[in-house]
């Protein structure tokens, strides 16, 4: 589903027009921004949670050359899905 159709499909359901359903998207998308920013966790009632994690440097090898090159620190912004999705999407029959 790319986006003109997820808006499409929530404008349908909210009965919202398509423009001012891709605003309320945006503005969504804007405001977890601004918390991921603030490395805040976002959580998604019965969905799941969003947050920012750390890494640490490491060190990595190239395996073509086998050369040993040092990775720095990073953030990373990680998803954990509601009990329930997991579960919904283990019994899914795909």
């Known amino acids: ?52 994690k750390k890494k640490l440097e490491r060190i990595m090898v190239n395996p073509s050359t086998q050369q040993r090159m040092l990775v720095p620190p990073k953030l990373v912004l990680c998803f954990k899905p509601h009990a329930a999705w997991k579960e919904r999407l283990k019994t899914s029959n795909r």
Do not use: C, H
């Open 1 to 52: 589903m790319n986006n003109k159709d997820f808006i499409s499909e929530l404008s349908r359901r909210v009965g919202y027009s398509m423009s001012d359903t891709q605003r309320l998207v945006n503005n969504v998308i804007s405001a977890m921004g601004d918390s991921f920013q603030d490395d805040d966790a976002v959580q998604v009632p019965n969905f799941g949670q969003f947050e920012v």
